[in-house]
């Protein structure tokens, strides 16, 4: 990672590069369409001042609700050395995906889900893989990436799997909604910095993630669109143990989205 998981802020969830998000190894969520998911992860790193460059990362699971098994798995080599890296990298991937996690996190989905019978995120069959090529900066209190990648994917529908939970019992969780099938083939361009606070790292700092993906039928996809996200976090310390977060968040697009590329308000 950029800084030590004790010392990094929150980072803006990414639906392009999943593979980046920090999580723990263990990996646990409950949802309608999975039920219960257990698995284990190791997550992509960065090799400051290491002679390591080569990183295997990649995760599996079960969801006994669904009865299927989800797994990504890549490598990428990292060249250069202190704070500049250079990386080329590869992954494949067969799973259950929301595009909803920016808007609440997996461990708060879940408790929802088993206690109060809500569900919040929605979810889509992702199969494919993606390619990239990266360079990475990191100073003292500040990192940043910026990378270039082309992706693949075949998407599919996925219904309810599951209606359990602690509570509520006489509820039924809303149904999974449909999205529109097929392969987006897309080259993605992306930019992330994270700056930490001086005064107190661990809790303050911003996050900034501008993405911008073109798919077209001039790549064989099954859809034509750009589309264009900024997210803009900021946590500002007021106390030892209080925060004000903040949270900005526009995006536009053109061309014909499919369902699971929609914008949509809420968290």
Known sequence: YAFPIDKGIKRN?????FYQNIEENILFRYNRVEGLFLGFQSPSKYFWNEERKLDLFGSVGYGFG???WGYQVGISQQFGYTNKLFEIGIERHNFTESDD???VGNL??????????????DYYGRNGYSAWIGL??????????????YTKDDYKSISNNVNWSMFRSNKIFRGNPAIYPGVIRSILLTFDLHNLSKNNPKHGGSSLSISTEFAGKAIKGDYSFNRYILDFRHYQPIGRYDNI????????????LPAQRLFELGG
């Open 66 to 68: 669904e009865h299927k």
């Open 108 to 121: 708060e989905n879940s408790l929802s889900a088993i206690f109060a019978k809500n569900d919040y995120q």
């Open 13 to 17: 969830y990414s639906s392009n590069f």
């Open 245 to 256: 977060n903040l949270h900005f968040r526009i995006s536009t697009s053109d061309g014909l």
């Open 101 to 103: 996690k920016w808007l």
């Open 136 to 149: 990475y900066f990191k100073q003292t209190l500040a990192d940043a990436q910026l990378k270039l990648a």
